[in-house]
T-cell receptor
Framework: GNSVTQMEGPVTLSEEAFLTINCTYT??????LFWYVQYPGEGLQLLLK?????DKGSNKGFEATYRKETTSFHLEKGSVQVSDSAVYFC???????????FGAGTILRVKS | ETGVTQSPTHLIKTRGQQVTLRCSSQ?????VSWYQQALGQGPQFIFQ???????GRGNFPPRFSGLQFPNYSSELNVNALELDDSALYLC?????????????FGPGTRLTVT
């Protein structure tokens, strides 16, 4: 079946540190891949996406590259801010599918 | 443009009772998806409605049912509540179509079953 595995958190970083949150997936065919962010008390927001192999999604300084050979979609940011503190979810949507399959989420805490 | 809204924000129910959660989709969106997010977990797909018909269902029992109305708003109904139904219920609206259309999530309804 389709599944997403994320690194466990919480991840605690100092402001301006480099961020990596690992995400790997299992899926048949060519899924689309996503990162969503959930701030306290809010719903999920789409952070970035990639729809085919070697695509790089980017937004607000965050980046992730769709690596089919390693079935990975790791999230990176060069310099985190306190305002980036949130829960980050990696997700996939299989080809022609209509639902998102989410990982368990990774809590990020950034301290000043 | 009005975003996705959900009501109520929180509610507490007793095991065995029934509950109805409501979702108003974003203007212009014709598809609504419902997800259950247990504490410390990622959201799990319950089902999706497109033009008032169920358009895909996840691994949830029949006591989870839904409706979509002509204005594309939606309800999630859960009968015979169990303790494990305690979760954040998220609604997401989108446009249907072959290419992926971003799902816009509401803030969720926090359901506690005692």
């Amino acid at each position: 079946g389709n599944s997403v595995t994320q690194m466990e958190g919480p991840v605690t970083l100092s402001e301006e540190a480099f961020l990596t949150i690992n995400c790997t997936y299992t899926a048949t065919g060519y899924p689309s891949l996503f990162w969503y962010v959930q701030y306290p008390g809010e719903g999920l927001q789409l952070l970035l996406k990639a729809t085919k192999a070697d695509d790089k999604g980017s937004n607000k300084g965050f980046e992730a590259t769709y690596r089919k050979e390693t079935t990975s979609f790791h999230l990176e940011k060069g310099s985190v801010q306190v305002s980036d503190s949130a829960v980050y979810f990696c997700a996939l949507r299989r080809e022609y599918g209509n639902k998102l399959v989410f990982g368990a989420g990774t809590i990020l805490r950034v301290k000043s | 443009e009005t975003g996705v809204t959900q009501s109520p924000t929180h509610l507490i129910k007793t095991r065995g009772q029934q509950v109805t959660l409501r979702c108003s989709s974003q203007s212009g969106h014709n598809t609504v998806s419902w997800y259950q997010q247990a504490l410390g977990q990622g959201p799990q797909f319950i089902f999706q409605y497109y033009r008032e018909e169920e358009n895909g269902r996840g691994n949830f029992p029949p006591r989870f049912s839904g409706l979509q109305f002509p204005n594309y708003s939606s309800e999630l109904n859960v009968n015979a509540l169990e303790l494990d139904d305690s979760a954040l219920y998220l609604c997401a609206s989108s446009l249907a179509g072959g290419a992926f259309h971003e799902q816009y999530f509401g803030p969720g309804t926090r359901l506690t079953v005692t």
